[in-house]
Each structure stands twice: as structure tokens, then as C-alpha cells.
């Protein structure tokens, strides 16, 4: 294995990292909503409030030599905070009209100092090392500043220039949805944790959980979420009992803003960005992109009361170059071997990947328009420094139109001729067959959160009680059609092996002029049918409350208890229908409207695939398919009589993709904070019992095998988990942290696993008459995926301009389970009698995902001006994994969407009003599905992407900020079936997009 033989070498190449490689950390972000220091240092707690409020604090060493700081535990302003933090010290805090804090002796009134004594400590707001390293927990974070500087559309993007995140651009999320349409997006909709894919993660908005709008697995998309407005984004990567138990990638949180990160009085944003993309422009599109967008924040003179709203509209367009050979081989079986053996199986002792021969390939041009929009709000009371009221609300808007227009290009009459009587076979492509399709992947996406709460603090109490709302949706109504030259009889004559030849991993068929030219003359291909319509719709609503309380004890040893409770239920729902009209050609000959005649083209592209195939495409009108659709339909074909989902009956169309569920969750925790010298210690647990139940559709059959009205069923699941857990830090000073930790979690399956639908087949009168009976059903009694976890770290910084870390993990999984779209998985047939099998999905064995994870930035202050704006930053993740997806097999896989290798590399130059960084992202190869073609799996090729950002802030106050994502122009999506096989590749082009933006805070 080979990263079993690299190990100590890559362990060794990630320790010396981190000097030159790391974070991106930013060194101005907004005021905490509150303020907390637990340290008895004095001047070490002076430095870390200076860091959280960003303001300097000036102090003698003489003065706070010996003296120890009290304690402060959320305090609601930073006057309240060394209030507290002074309170048994003697000494008070002033403000200079300049805001520079100055600590003294009470009745002092600035009196001589030793010269030389003076400390001066400047605050560095938001330092995404200097949270790191406070955190109880492992965390890497993304601020304010961070997020402004990438050139991304969406905070997945962003979200991979951390360590240990992935993301995925191929995560289709629906019934009609595949792999490539979703990444023909252009941008990443799905993030993976330490190889582990989005189902196995948390995420949060203001600490609520977030709805899973997806009907097919409990990953959260992303991709509706703009950068801008996010406070913050902080990933959690091991955990603690106060955090819910059902995550083992980790725990992503994107924080907004409130009007207690500002000052008093009223203060503002106000955003505008705009950009261009090279694809669209290549396509002849000159579509201007852009995103408004700003918010306000007043707070009360007397800092108890505020109120922060913002909004944003984001409206941009797309043009992207598909070249698939995927689909065409795992779904219209559009492939050969090249040495094949009688039976027509890939001939023995040749690597099938390899073996492998593309018979057809899908060229398109997507095109589409992305509408986003939403906001916040929060309302905030703070009273006193006991008594704190909270509401928080957040929304989320996408609309996303996608038109998809194919030239596919497929071979008819394939075959095999022997070589000699060598008993070996070659392909023989006896025609050609080509074919236009037209798809649309519409998707409209809704997410949004509520919450509100009360912090009370009496004597040594802290309760926090919350109450919270959170709703997701994810609807799409696809439609089709294609047209076929020919549609009945035989293409033209072809008789060769192979269909194409390849330049740089581009597939091209070799095809004489005369064969190019019934390609390329698509208008006179012969329609198909009036199209095809599938709707669905899925969402799911959660509420609950919970109770968070902590008992300071403030002893020698244990300081604090905390504990809680929590009740938590879901609501979601599912349904799919497919309306296929009939064919519209005669069966017999052929004959029908051809594209050119059918009224459904609107336009055209000078060039289907700009730079790879230069030929001319029509452009279908979605309106005039929903015509052609709706006019068959008032012609006599009832939708009652084309609605073909899953079956034969109508009710059973009708009701077979359809299903409720509810889910509730009963947790509570305990957890104590200890510390020994400098040593902090905290364990705990936490219990969570789950209630599911599901409602769905048996489509059944009489004895002879002829199918039956179907019935609504349910089934019910529970599952218990009691998660211990233990956490070490160990601070030999205010700048290192050394960490240990061990945890246990889970993952609950995704709903259609459980419960999807259950289809009866009997014959021979049935099991209960001497025939057979046959049963595909959900499986109620999957496991949880259950996970130990261990990490450790090492984490340094310095708070000014130098900061590293170096961790390591390992996960040991049990119960494995994965999920995938409108299919149950690890399908496995078990005769339950002689006469009766039913095919459920089953857990897979054991597992484990392990890594290493390396970050460092540093700033060269050190040098004299200009020259100490320079800066080198990055991370480097590397990972492997196992899994058994059978259980009891010796057979292990890796886990999808899980790369071996991912880095960051950033180059920066940070001085004054000027910002400029040039950062490469690379994300190694990963499994993206198990057994795609003839049990081979399918790879996500590595991918790099090179990002460059400029920015000025100008002496009137206006941030501009010009950025270039993806410089180099590299393919944002590449598979290939076999990891080293490239035969049949898809890609995706998506181009460089260019961006201006300006911001005005006041």
C-alpha cells in the first residue's frame, strides 16, 4: 500500500511544513459578540482581550508583575470584560481619545514610569490562528477577510482553502441528476471533512443545524450560500459533548453578523461585484455577473440594545463545455474491451481499466442562469453583564435554470470479431448512430434558519436556553427530449475497432468527411417524442430547544461543570413522478418531424465544444418543449396514461417515489473542565436517543407475477448512542497549544435507505403456494455508522505574524454505509425461506480514514519596509482510507470523494491599504462512485486551480478588490473510469471567471 511505505517519509515532509505553509488567517474582523478569558496570567489575559477587540493596551510590566487576572466568562462589552478582569488586581482601565486602553494603579493619574517598562499591545481582531488556538477543541477558520479575498462564487469554494476540506463538484442531489450536470455548474456544491463525505458532517448557521433539503442522502449543499456577509467560518474536526453526536468528518459553523460586533450608534456595508467569464464569452455570451448586496447595525449609546440587518441579490449566468464519456458507457452501455475472450468479457490477465474501449461520447454546451438571494437579521438585548437576549433569522435563495444541449456520438451494431483462432476478440463498431438531447437540471433551493435564546449569568450559574427553527427545500422539475439520425434502421456504415482517437485526454472520433457530415447536419435529425417531464420535490422542516447550563466552580483542579439537554424533530417529505409522451416518428419507417421542422430550436452556438469541436449546435427553447409537452397532453395523451416512474398501474406511478418521515432526537451531556498547572482536561458525555419513522409505498404483485394496487407502509428505527469522550490541551505559554483527544460518534443513514419503497414480485403463486416471492425493501434495521476518533496537534503563534500547526488523526469506522441517489446500496439478496429472498440494503464491515494535516503562515515584519508586506502561507492534508463495503469480505475500498493529497499554497503581499495573494488550490484523486463500469470505480482526477486577488483600500474608505479565479484555465471537473486509465474521461470547462468588486463600510 502506498501510503503504508511513504508514511514516516510524508510524516516527516508535513513537520517541516508548517514553517513555510499555513492558514489563511486574517488580522481585522469585527468586534465578539462576547468575551471570555481563562487564564490567571495577568498580562497573558491583557494580550488576549487586546486580540479579540482589537484594540491596544497599553500597561507597565512593573504594574501587572505577580498580579493574576479573574476569570471573565462571556462578559457582553470589552469594558465589562477588564472590569472583571481587574477586579482583584488593584488596578483600573482608562481610554485615551485616541481608544488606546491603558492600564494603571487606581488613583495613579498616569504618574512616572520606569523607562523601558512600558508594554504596548496591539490587537489583531479575528486572527483565525490566534481563535484556533484559544478554541478548546481543533478548529481551522476562515474570517471576514479570508472570505473577501478569494475570487469564489460560493463559500464551498472558499470553505477548500482549509485544511482537510475538500469539495466536490459532481454531487448530483436528485432523481434526473447526474454526476456531470451538477459539476457542468462550474462551482463545488458539496464539502467532504478529512475524507469524509458531506452525510458525515454538521453544519450550522449561528449554531443551528441547518435543514437537509436533498432528498437522497443528509449532505447539505452548499453552493446557495454567497461569501459575502459571513462573519465568520470556523470547521470543528474533533468534538465535544456540547455539540451534537451525529458527525464524524467534523462541525462546520458560518457565523453572521450582529450589531455587538460593531460600536455604538449606526454603522453600515454596502457591496457591489461584478464579473466576466472567458467560457461564456467563447460561447458568445458577454454576460455582465453580479452581486449586491449590504447591511446595517445600530446599537443603543448605552450599548444595551442592537439591531443588525443585511441582504444580498446575486444574479449570474454560466456557459460551460461538457465532453463526457461516462454516461455514455455506464448507462447506454456505450463501451467494449479492446481484448475480449468468447463469452465477450475483458480477456484474462489484462487490466480491465485499461482494457477498456469508448464506444460513444456525449459533447455539450450547458447554459444557464443562477438567481441568489437573502439575508440576515438579529436582534440583541444586553441589559447587564448577567442577562443577555437573542434572535437570530437567516434565509437563503437559489434559483437555478440549466439548458444542456448533447451531440451524442454512439456506435450501432457493436460487436466482436475473433483474431485468427487466437481465441482472443476485438471490438467491431459496425455503425454509427448520432443523436441530439436536450436536458434541463432546474433547481430551486431554500434554506433557512431561526433561533432565539437568553444567557443568564448568576454568582457562579451560567443557562442558556435556545429555541430554534430550520427549514430546507430542493425542487426540481426537469424536462427532455432528443432526436435520433436515424431513428429506425441503420446509421451510416462504419466496420473499424475504435470510434476515436485522443489529443491531451480529449476524445475525438475518426470519422471521414462524409460521416462528419451527417453529424454535423443535427437539424435534420428526426425527433423523438414531445418530451418528458419529471418533477420532484423535497424539503425538511427541524425544530426544537435545548438548555445549555455551567456551574463555575472555580477550585484548584476542576473548575467547571457543564451540562444540557436537548430535543430535536424533523419533518421531511418526498416526491417524484416521470410523464413520458409517446414517440412521435413512424415505428415503421422512421419517418417524423425533424428538428429543423419541429419548432422546438431557438438559435444556435458557433461552436458546440469551443476549442475542441468547432462545429455548429441549435439551441432548443425550454418554452417551446413545456408547449409541445402540454399540446400532446390536450391531444389525448393523459398524463394518467403517460406517467411511467417505476411501474405499470397508475397509483403505483404515482405514489412509488413518495415518502415521509420524522425524526426526533432526545440528548443530554455532561462535561467538566479540570486543569493541572497547564494542563487543561475535559471529559465527558453525551447520550442521544433517535425515533425515526418512515411512510412509503409498496407496489405488490398477485401470484402470477401481475402487478397490484399498492399501499401506503411505515416502518420505524431507534437508535441509542451513549458518546464518551476526552479532551487534553496543553499550554506550556500564551502562544503554543498541544492537543490530545479522543471521541466517540455516529451517522445516522439517509432516510431512502431505511425506508425508500418497497416492490413485491411473486410467481408460481407466491412463497405462501409453493412459488417464489421476491422483495426489494428499505432496511429499517440499518446500523449508525458508528467512529472513534483520535486527534492530536501541535498548534503555535505568535498573534503578530507567524503562525504553524501540525496534527494528526485516525477514524476507526464500524457498520460502513453509503449512500446514492434513487438507489439502495450494499444491496444484498437473503433467502429468508426456501422460497422467499428479499433484497435489502446492509451494512458494510469495519473501516478507518487516517491523515496528517500541516499549516503555517508567516509574515516577513522582520524586514525593513517595503519589503515586510511579504508573506507565505499553506497547508497540506494527507490522507488514507479503508473500508469494507461487504461485511465479512476481506475486500476493502477507499471512501469516496476522499483524496490522498490536498494542499494550499498562498503568496501574499499585505501592507497598508495594498493586498495582493496568488494562491493555488490542489485537491488530489479520489473515488467518486463505487463500480461504475464493469466494477470499475470511476476517479475524480486531481484538480489545480490558481486564483490571483488584488486589493486597494482607498483614502476615502472604498475597498476594491480585483480578483481572477482559476488563472490557468484548468478543467474544473475530470473523471476517468479506472484511477491510471483514460479511455473514457469526462470533463468540464468552465474558463476563467474575472472580478471587480467595491465595499464601503462606514
Given amino acids: 500500500m502506498i501510503f503504508g511505505s511513504m508514511r514516516v517519509r510524508l510524516l516527516a515532509t508535513a513537520m517541516i511544513l508548517p514553517i513555510s505553509f499555513g492558514l489563511f488567517c486574517d488580522v481585522s474582523v469585527a468586534q465578539p459578540t462576547s468575551y471570555s478569558v481563562d487564564t490567571s496570567d495577568l498580562g497573558s489575559a491583557l494580550s488576549i482581550l487586546a486580540d479579540e477587540s482589537g484594540r491596544t493596551i ?56 520606569i523607562p523601558g517598562d512600558d508594554i504596548v499591545v496591539t490587537g489583531e481582531r479575528g486572527n483565525a490562528a490566534a481563535i484556533a488556538l484559544r478554541s478548546n477543541t481543533l478548529v481551522s477558520v476562515l474570517t471576514e477577510t479570508d472570505i473577501a479575498r478569494a475570487p469564489d462564487t460560493n463559500v464551498t469554494e472558499t470553505l477548500s482553502r482549509l485544511p482537510g476540506v475538500s469539495i466536490l463538484y459532481g454531487g448530483a442531489q436528485n432523481s434526473n441528476g447526474v454526476s456531470i450536470d451538477f459539476a457542468a455548474r462550474g462551482e463545488g456544491n458539496l464539502v467532504a471533512l478529512r475524507g469524509l463525505d458531506a452525510e458525515y458532517n454538521i453544519d450550522l448557521i449561528d449554531g443551528v443545524e441547518v435543514a437537509q433539503g436533498r432528498p437522497y442522502s443528509r449532505g447539505v449543499e452548499l453552493n446557495l450560500l454567497p461569501p459575502q456577509g459571513m462573519q465568520r467560518i470556523a470547521v470543528s474536526k474533533s468534538f465535544s459533548p456540547d455539540q451534537d453526536g451525529d458527525a464524524i468528518g467534523g462541525i462546520i459553523d458560518f457565523r453572521t453578523p450582529n450589531a455587538f460586533d460593531f460600536g455604538p450608534g449606526l454603522h453600515g456595508s454596502m457591496f457591489v461585484k461584478g464579473s466576466l467569464n472567458s467560457q461564456e464569452a467563447a460561447y458568445g455570451q458577454q454576460n455582465l455577473n453580479y452581486v449586491v448586496g449590504g447591511g446595517l447595525s445600530w446599537r443603543s449609546r448605552d450599548g444595551t440594545f442592537g439591531v443588525y440587518a443585511s441582504g444580498y441579490y446575486d444574479h449570474h449566468k454560466f456557459a460551460n463545455t461538457i465532453i463526457d464519456g461516462e454516461y455514455p458507457a455506464s448507462v447506454n452501455g456505450q463501451y467494449a474491451w479492446a481484448v ?108 433557512g434558519t431561526v433561533s432565539a435564546g437568553v444567557n443568564i449569568r448568576s454568582d457562579r450559574w451560567t443557562v442558556k436556553p435556545q429555541a430554534f427553527l430550520s427549514w430546507g427545500i430542493d425542487d426540481a422539475d426537469h424536462i427532455e427530449v432528443s432526436a435520433r439520425q436515424p431513428e429506425v434502421g441503420n446509421g451510416p456504415a462504419y466496420g473499424a475497432s475504435s470510434l476515436f482517437t485522443y489529443a491531451n485526454g480529449i476524445p475525438y472520433p475518426t470519422l471521414s468527411a462524409a460521416q462528419m457530415a451527417v453529424v454535423q447536419n443535427i437539424g435534420a435529425y428526426v425527433q423523438r417524442r414531445a418530451g418528458e417531464i419529471s418533477p420532484e420535490a423535497s424539503n425538511q422542516t427541524k425544530y426544537g430547544g435545548k438548555i445549555d447550563a455551567a456551574y463555575d466552580v472555580g477550585g484548584d483542579i476542576l473548575q467547571r461543570i457543564a451540562f444540557g439537554v436537548k430535543i430535536s424533530s424533523s419533518v421531511r417529505n418526498h416526491e417524484y413522478a416521470d410523464y413520458e409522451t409517446g414517440k412521435v416518428f413512424n415505428s415503421t419507417t422512421g419517418a417524423g418531424p425533424t428538428l429543423a421542422q419541429s419548432g422546438l430550436l431557438n438559435g444556435q452556438v458557433n461552436a458546440i465544444a469551443p476549442g475542441f469541436y468547432n462545429f455548429p449546435a441549435p439551441l432548443f427553447s425550454e418554452s417551446a418543449l413545456f408547449g409541445a409537452f402540454n399540446q400532446a397532453v390536450a391531444n389525448g395523451q393523459s398524463l394518467a396514461s403517460i406517467i ?27 462535561l467538566a473542565n479540570l486543569k493541572v498547572a497547564d494542563v487543561e482536561i475535559t471529559p465527558g458525555a453525551r447520550f442521544e436517543h433517535t425515533f425515526i419513522k418512515n411512510r412509503y409505498w409498496v407496489t405488490p404483485t398477485d401470484g402470477s407475477g401481475n402487478e397490484l394496487p399498492g399501499y401506503f407502509s411505515s416502518s420505524t428505527t431507534k437508535y441509542d448512542k451513549f458518546l464518551p469522550s476526552i479532551q487534553v490541551n496543553y499550554r506550556p505559554n500564551t502562544t503554543t497549544v498541544v492537543r490530545g483527544s479522543v471521541t466517540t460518534s455516529y451517522v445516522r443513514p439517509a432516510f431512502f435507505q431505511l425506508g425508500g419503497g418497497e416492490q413485491i414480485q411473486e410467481s408460481g403463486g407466491g412463497a405462501a403456494n409453493g412459488g417464489t416471492t421476491s422483495i426489494t425493501i428499505g432496511n429499517p434495521n440499518l446500523k449508525a455508522i458508528d467512529a472513534v476518533n483520535f486527534d492530536t496537534s501541535v498548534e503555535w503563534s505568535n498573534n503578530r505574524f507567524a503562525s504553524a500547526s501540525l496534527g494528526g488523526f485516525y477514524k476507526s469506522l464500524r457498520n460502513f454505509m453509503y449512500s446514492q441517489v434513487n438507489n439502495y446500496t450494499n444491496l444484498t439478496a437473503q433467502n429468508e425461506t426456501g422460497s422467499t429472498s428479499v433484497t435489502t440494503p446492509l451494512n458494510g464491515g469495519d473501516g478507518h480514514v487516517e491523515g496528517i494535516e500541516a499549516s503555517g503562515r508567516i509574515q516577513f515584519k522582520m524586514m525593513p519596509a517595503p519589503f515586510d508586506g511579504l508573506g507565505l502561507g499553506g497547508n497540506v492534508t494527507i490522507e488514507h482510507s479503508s473500508v469494507h463495503l461487504v461485511a465479512g469480505s476481506s475486500a476493502t475500498d477507499r471512501l469516496l470523494n476522499q483524496p490522498d493529497f490536498a494542499a494550499n499554497a498562498l503568496l501574499f503581499y499585505y501592507r497598508g491599504p495594498i493586498m495582493a495573494d496568488l494562491t493555488l488550490t490542489h485537491t488530489g484523486a479520489y473515488v467518486s462512485q463505487y463500480n461504475d463500469i464493469a466494477n470499475i470505480d470511476r476517479w475524480a482526477q486531481a484538480n489545480n486551480k490558481v486564483d490571483l486577488h488584488l486589493g486597494y483600500v482607498t483614502p476615502v474608505g472604498v475597498r476594491v478588490d480585483f480578483g481572477i479565479a482559476n488563472l490557468l484555465n484548468t478543467a474544473s471537473y475530470h473523471t476517468t473510469v479506472g484511477q491510471y486509465a483514460d479511455t473514457i474521461p469526462s470533463f468540464v470547462f468552465s474558463g476563467r471567471t474575472f472580478s471587480l468588486a467595491l465595499k464601503y463600510s462606514f
Avoid at 510590566?61 to 488593584?90: F, I, M, N, P, Y
Avoid at 416512474?645 to 432526545?666: A, F, K, R
Fill in 644 to 670: 411511467d416512474t417505476c411501474s405499470n398501474l397508475v397509483i403505483n406511478n404515482q405514489n412509488c417515489d413518495t415518502q415521509h418521515g420524522t425524526e426526533t432526537v432526545y440528548a443530554a451531556y455532561v
Fill in 340 to 447: 475480449a475472450d468468447a463469452n465477450g468479457n475483458s480477456a484474462p490477465g489484462v487490466d480491465p481499466s485499461k482494457n477498456l474501449v469508448l464506444e460513444g461520447l456525449d459533447i455539450g454546451a450547458t447554459m444557464g442562469d443562477v438567481k441568489r438571494y437573502g439575508g440576515n437579521l438579529s436582534l440583541d438585548w444586553r441589559p447587564s453583564s448577567s442577562v443577555s437576549a437573542y434572535l437570530n433569522a437567516t434565509f437563503a435563495n437559489s434559483k437555478v435554470t440549466q439548458d444542456t444541449q448533447y451531440l451524442q456520438l454512439y456506435g450501432q451494431n457493436d460487436g466482436y470479431v475473433e483474431n485468427g483462432t487466437t481465441g482472443t476478440y476485438s471490438p467491431v463498431i459496425g455503425n454509427i448512430q448520432p443523436r441530439y438531447y436536450f436536458t434541463t437540471e432546474p433547481e430551486t433551493s431554500v434554506l
Fill in 58 to 113: 497599553t500597561y507597565s510590566a512593573s504594574v501587572v508583575a505577580g498580579k493574576r487576572a479573574t476569570r471573565v466568562d462571556h462578559a457582553s462589552t470589552l469594558e465589562a470584560a477588564l472590569t472583571t478582569l481587574l477586579g482583584q488586581t488593584g488596578l483600573v482601565a482608562t481610554t485615551r481619545p485616541d481608544g488606546t486602553i491603558v492600564i494603571e494603579t487606581a488613583g495613579s493619574k498616569g504618574g512616572a514610569r
